[in-house]
């Protein structure tokens, strides 16, 4: 693929021609069809590239798990020559180095009885450097949803990018989201990412531990694309991001170490709307209004960009809690899904009072419903 061009793609190892399996994290009695359909066992590393100006290749991964003692008997080659790797681990997802000072062409594992190989691909900061970045990861998501997010938080917050990491959407083509964002006026760059996503595992104490490829992306996105971007909002296409005084770019910026994180409430269609719903039509206060989890905008260039970035804090960061910002949050839209955790938020009931401040903004910002060109 032309790496000039909006979209690129991962350059990921895979398992499937190998004896190698990824072991289980769900017992066997909470491994249902969508368990099944969704954990991820063969993927050894989800992409690779080259840090010029780190002199080395990086390489982002799932949870080795089981496959850790292959792996470090294995010999590891960057275009036929051995190579050193050091592991990191985190609580989701893996990041690897190799000392390279010139760019390799290729990376290769060499297993008994068993090898990988894949590109190393180029990092792609330019698009992003010196900028307000939206990051969010999406499947299958409508395109109009799409577009009014991006529309949204480039008019209230000064987003001027949008980097969209696509996890196999087969509804439309990465070349589709590009162009729909930059109708709205960003620059825009779709990573396709055609990957299992991973399950939630159902009766355990910690249900969302076989899904590795979000926060892998989130740190996929940190260490390839968005380094030298100004600062970076984290929000998911269902999120609308409100602050007060100053954007939440700012807000980060500002920040000793470049954090502000802040929570959200949930906001549902009013009666009358209609469907196909849209952000615009969230203007109605649920009947049980309950917060959501803080998600928040980061500046690369500070303290936080070097802290791993998960979906709702910095890995490792302590004491996240008492950053959180009381002037910022966001509306968490009821109806802006495809249903594909689960249903029972399409059908969220109502308490009949409405947010009279939020439809004012949501229709200047917005329109009045009508589907935009």
């Known amino acids: 693929m032309d790496e000039t061009a909006p979209v690129t793609e991962l350059n990921p190892a895979g398992l499937s021609a190998t004896p190698l399996r990824r072991d289980d994290m769900a017992p066997p009695e909470a491994r249902d069809a969508r368990y099944e359909a969704n954990y991820d066992r063969t993927t050894?590393?989800?992409?690779a590239f080259w840090r010029?100006?780190?002199?080395?290749v990086t390489v982002i991964a799932p949870l080795l798990l089981n496959l850790a003692r292959p792996l470090s008997q294995a010999r590891v080659l960057l275009d036929g020559r051995p190579a050193r790797l050091r592991r990191r681990r985190f609580q989701r997802h893996e990041i690897w180095r190799l000392p390279a000072p010139a760019r390799p062409e290729r990376l290769r594992v060499e297993g008994e009885g068993w090898v990988v190989e894949a590109a190393v691909g180029r990092v792609r900061p330019e698009p992003f450097a010196g900028r307000n970045v939206l990051l969010t990861i999406s499947r299958n998501n409508d395109l109009q949803w799409v577009r009014d997010h991006?529309?949204?938080h480039r008019k209230t917050q000064g987003a001027e990018a949008f980097l969209f990491i696509d996890n196999g959407s087969d509804a439309y083509a990465p070349g589709d989201i590009a162009r729909v964002i930059e109708e709205t006026g960003l620059a825009a760059h779709v990573v396709s990412a055609p990957v299992p996503y991973g399950p939630v595992i159902r009766g355990v104490s910690n249900p969302h531990r076989a899904k590795f490829f979000r926060p892998a992306m989130m740190n996929l996105a940190r260490l390839r694309y968005l380094y030298g971007a100004r600062a970076v909002l984290n929000s998911d296409i269902d999120e609308l991001v409100w602050s007060e005084g100053r954007s939440v770019f700012d807000m980060a910026v500002a920040h000793p170490i470049g954090f502000a994180p802040f929570r959200g409430r949930w906001r549902v269609p009013a009666p009358e709307a209609q469907p196909p719903l849209r952000h615009?039509?969230?203007?109605?206060?649920?009947?049980?209004?309950?917060?959501?989890?803080?998600?928040?905008a980061v500046a690369p260039g500070?303290?936080?960009?070097?802290?791993?970035?998960?979906?709702?804090?910095?890995?490792?960061?302590?004491?996240?809690?008492?950053?959180?910002?009381?002037?910022?949050?966001?509306?968490?839209?009821a109806a802006v899904s495809t249903g594909w955790k689960s249903s029972g938020r399409l059908t969220m009931p109502g308490s009949g009072r409405v947010d009279e401040a939020l439809r004012a903004l949501l229709r200047r910002v917005l329109g009045d419903g009508e589907a935009s060109s």
Do not use: M, S, T
């Open 150 to 152: 991006a529309l949204f």
């Open 52 to 56: 010029e100006d780190r002199g080395e």
């Open 44 to 47: 050894l590393w989800y992409d």
């Open 302 to 333: 500070r303290l936080a960009g070097r802290f791993n970035w998960d979906v709702h804090r910095l890995e490792r960061l302590p004491f996240k809690h008492r950053f959180v910002r009381q002037e910022a949050g966001y509306w968490h839209c």
């Open 280 to 296: 615009v039509d969230h203007f109605v206060l649920p009947e049980e209004e309950h917060a959501c989890p803080i998600k928040y």
